[in-house]
């Protein structure tokens, strides 16, 4: 399901298929990336890049990550569409461990943080590539748990925004201290029963990854207990 087509060959049909996360990762995942001094958004990249590592068998994993393209004050309250995704490279062995996986990527995550607005796409080897017309990629959503104004409150239920094409996309949503992991995908390229099995073995693989951050790469469980059986 994650062969990669050109543009032409394949129309573009977007669908969303939403896991949401056991209360118990929360708790987890709070305690360990306070361990590791890295950021909950890091940690699940990590475990994204790992599976889709485990599920092509390819040593080099590139993943556009989604960045806000708001981190200066002034951007903040600016109308339009600042968001931009860079491709994020990510090379992996048997021998890795996940913690040096996940110490890795949260370096490159933070410099691309620092330099995103300097991106150029046209000059990068693994953006200039007809091959990845329709990436895989990441994003990681923070939403506040309430507004207020005057008398006034109401919370953010749903919000989807669609800016550029893709093969498949892991959106981790936060919010009231849950997590939903929504699955977007192209359905012109993947079927639901795919993305639904798929979905299913990343929250196995963080649960993994969570319960042995120092376990090598390959030897992290992605396939549940129903799907054994």
Request: charge should be negative; include cysteine.
């Amino acid at each position: 399901p994650f062969s990669r087509h050109s543009n032409k060959q394949k129309p573009f049909h977007p669908d969303i298929f939403t896991l949401r996360l056991e209360s118990d990762l929360v708790a987890k995942l709070d305690k360990v990336t306070t361990l590791y001094k890295v950021t909950i958004a890091e940690f699940l990249f990590a475990c994204w890049q790992t599976l889709l590592w485990r599920m092509t068998g390819q040593s080099d994993i590139v993943v556009n990550t989604i960045y806000a393209g708001r981190k200066y004050d002034e951007l903040h309250e600016t109308l339009g569409l600042l968001a931009r995704s860079l491709p994020v490279h990510c090379h992996f062995q048997d021998n890795f461990k996940f913690k040096e996986i996940l110490l890795s990527i949260a370096s490159t995550l933070s410099s691309h943080e620092k330099w995103q607005e300097y991106f150029i796409c046209e000059e990068h080897e693994d953006y200039d590539n007809s091959s990845l017309s329709l990436p895989i990629s990441f994003e990681f959503s923070r939403w506040s748990n309430q507004f207020v104004s005057r008398e006034v409150s109401f919370s953010l239920e749903k919000q989807h925004v669609c800016f550029e094409r893709f093969q498949l996309k892991l959106n981790c949503v936060l919010q009231q201290g849950a997590f939903a992991t929504e699955f977007h995908y192209n359905s012109e390229i993947i079927s639901l029963e795919s993305i639904q099995y798929l979905a299913e073995q990343f929250q196995t693989l963080v649960t993994s990854a969570l319960n042995n951050p120092e376990a090598l790469v390959g030897e992290l469980t992605i396939m549940s207990d129903r799907q054994l059986q």
